[in-house]
């Protein structure tokens, strides 16, 4: 990792790269993002291409603050610029209706735009080097577990990313909360660090939580976030007994818990998870890239407490398991 001082000849370079149509990875506060300069079509295709994403899976256009709204987003309502106020720089994204001259590519052909500012001061430099909107998914293949560091990114991509900027772990690692205000109340399309309750708190309105956001949020489904091990999602009652099951058809298993428990069988490697739950936040992807590097072929895991950023643990763990909703869980 290096500092903003030493970043700055590659954040000029980056900036330069994305005029041209390249392909920058960069540091968010929540996970690595694959930037491309929004208004250019090639580009942007580009990142669907390497990323393998389908083309009707919308990006989020990242820019520099809110005064920038205006450029992709029409008929914004109150609320936005209340959230905007309250949370940005932050890992919250806002879906609006967006004005005609924002290209299809990046909205999957939606009548609606995806947009945030993240909080980050290598990307907030980058995007106020560049001047203009930059459209960055999660820099991972379509499916996969999010980066939160640099040497995810390149892992993930050996070629195809002109230039990585490293800007050390990413302090959230989970992705933004996207907030849907293009519809009469406003949904959570994906929970993350900011919450239900503190999305209520500057709204004074309730929102409505959807259970199947695959139409409203395209690319939102059930099996993303996944590592290669099969995910066992089980309870400090069931673990002893899912590990036992789980050793009866391999050997490669592995508990992501955030205590050791009393007894462990011999074989089983244990992967800590945090006690709390910004730390679990901040350790998920990170450990589901780790059983990865170490082959395992089972991952049971002790769901942690759903409270707070917890909520968007433990739906993305279930998303890594396969499962949509916790009836499906049990
Ligand atoms: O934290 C984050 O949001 C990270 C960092 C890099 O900013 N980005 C990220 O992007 O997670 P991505 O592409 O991996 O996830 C964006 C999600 C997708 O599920 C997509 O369907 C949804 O946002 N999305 C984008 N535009 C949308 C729209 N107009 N309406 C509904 N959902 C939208
Ligand atoms: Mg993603």
């Not at 709204?203 to 939102?220: E, F, K, Q, V």
Request: hydrophobic share 40%; glycine share 8%.
């Amino acid at each position: 990792m290096n500092t903003l001082s030493e970043l700055s000849q590659s954040i000029k370079q980056a900036s330069t790269l994305l005029k041209k149509g390249k392909i920058v990875a960069f540091p968010t506060e929540t996970v690595y993002g694959l930037g491309a300069d929004a208004s250019n079509t090639e580009a942007v295709k580009s990142i669907f291409t390497l990323k393998g994403r389908p083309t009707n899976h919308p990006l989020i256009v990242h820019i520099f603050d809110e005064s920038k709204l205006n450029e992709w987003a029409k008929d914004i309502p109150e609320s936005a610029w209340k959230l905007a106020k309250a949370f940005w720089p932050g890992p919250l994204t806002l879906i609006l209706p967006r004005l005609s001259n924002v290209n299809d590519v990046v909205t999957g052909g939606l009548d609606t735009v995806a947009l945030r500012v993240p909080d980050h001061p290598v990307a907030l430099a980058l995007l106020g080097t560049f001047g203009g909107g930059i459209v960055a998914p999660s820099a991972n293949l379509y499916g996969r577990v999010s980066p939160t560091s640099a040497e995810d990114v390149r892992e993930e991509f050996a070629s195809g990313v002109d230039l990585v900027l490293d800007g050390g772990r990413c302090s959230i690692g989970i992705e933004s909360t996207i907030v849907d205000l293009s519809t009469s109340t406003p949904r959570i399309l994906r929970p993350g660090k900011i919450t239900e309750k503190e999305i209520y708190s500057v709204l004074g309105s309730s929102l409505s939580t959807i259970s199947d956001s695959s139409i409203a949020c395209p690319g939102n489904k059930s099996s993303h976030y996944a590592p290669q091990a099969h995910v066992i999602l089980s309870s400090l009652d069931d673990v002893e007994k899912d590990l036992q099951e789980a050793l009866i058809h391999t050997k490669k298993v592995a508990l992501l818990a955030a205590n050791l428990p009393n007894q462990l069988a011999k074989n089983v490697i244990y992967l800590p998870l945090g006690e709390d739950v910004a730390t679990q936040a901040h350790n998920l992807y990170h450990s589901l890239r780790k059983a990865d590097h170490m082959g395992l072929e089972v991952l049971v895991v002790v769901m942690p407490l759903d409270d707070g950023i917890g909520h968007a643990v433990c739906d993305r763990l279930r998303r890594a398991a396969g499962l949509k909703n916790w009836s499906q869980v049990n």
